[in-house]
Antibody
Framework: QVQLVESGGGVVQPGRSLRLSCAAS????????MHWVRQAPGKGLEWVTV????????YYADSVKGRFTISRDNSKNTLFLQMNSLRAEDTAVYYC????????????WGQGTLVTVSS | EMVLSQSPGTLSLSPGERATLSCRAS???????LAWYQQKPGQTPRLLIY???SRATGIPDRFSGSGSGTDFSLTISRLEPEDFAIYYC??????????FGQGTKVEIK
């Protein structure tokens, strides 16, 4: 079945780095733009970043620009998020999400991985 | 910068009642770019509506979306126990950038 599985979350000190992964299965990963969306504890959803299906373009929310880097390996059906210079306000559940251009919506979401930035 | 404002923040209703949720955009947007999601506690968001009014696969017909320009709404015709959740609207805009509303919680009265 169609599935996204995130991993790599954990507790990290402010200023340190963390790398998240999202393994995709059940669909042609290389045909879809992929996003990261986060949700701080008890808060709403916040879009973080997107990478085009072929990696040719990527965009970031202002809150993470210059600190986070999205990448993908289509040969391994995997999406990544490199997070540097982490701050307390980056504490959140990070979801990867498949974006369907025919729907113009996020149709598949992973279960999320929790990142806690704390000293 | 586009802002989506959802109202009310919380809607207290009983099973069987009708729920109407509002999503107002700070600028006019194409209805093609407006979607609605449902999130239950401890669960991942689920796509309900795309293109402002089209139901996603497997979504019951008690869910309907409407609107255009800056005003959009999600209606649940008769609330079932499993419908009590938080609902988010979302739009795609220039930059490009994706934006979510702050959410409306539908709770049992």
């Amino acid at each position: 079945q169609v599935q996204l599985v995130e991993s790599g979350g954990g507790v990290v000190q402010p200023g340190r780095s963390l790398r998240l992964s999202c393994a995709a299965s059940g669909f042609t990963f290389s045909s879809y733009a992929m996003h990261w969306v986060r949700q701080a504890p008890g808060k709403g959803l916040e879009w973080v970043t997107v990478m085009a299906y072929d990696g040719s373009s990527k965009y970031y929310a202002d809150s993470v620009k210059g600190r986070f880097t999205i990448s993908r390996d289509n040969s391994k059906n995997t999406l990544f998020l490199q997070m540097n210079s982490l701050r307390a306000e980056d504490t959140a559940v990070y979801y990867c999400a498949k974006y369907d251009l025919s729907l113009l919506a996020f149709d598949i979401w992973g279960q999320g991985t929790l990142v806690t930035v704390s000293s | 910068e586009m802002v989506l404002s959802q109202s009310p923040g919380t809607l207290s209703l009983s099973p069987g009642e009708r729920a109407t949720l509002s999503c107002r955009a700070s600028q006019s947007l194409s209805s093609s770019y407006l979607a609605w999601y449902q999130q239950k506690p401890g669960q991942t968001p689920r796509l309900l509506i795309y293109g402002a009014s089209s139901r996603a696969t497997g979504i019951p017909d008690r869910f309907s979306g409407s609107g255009s320009g800056t005003d959009f709404s999600l209606t649940i015709s008769r609330l079932e126990p499993e419908d009590f959740a938080i609902y988010y609207c979302q739009q795609y805009g220039r930059s490009p950038k994706w934006t979510f509303g702050q959410g409306t919680k539908v709770e049992i009265k």
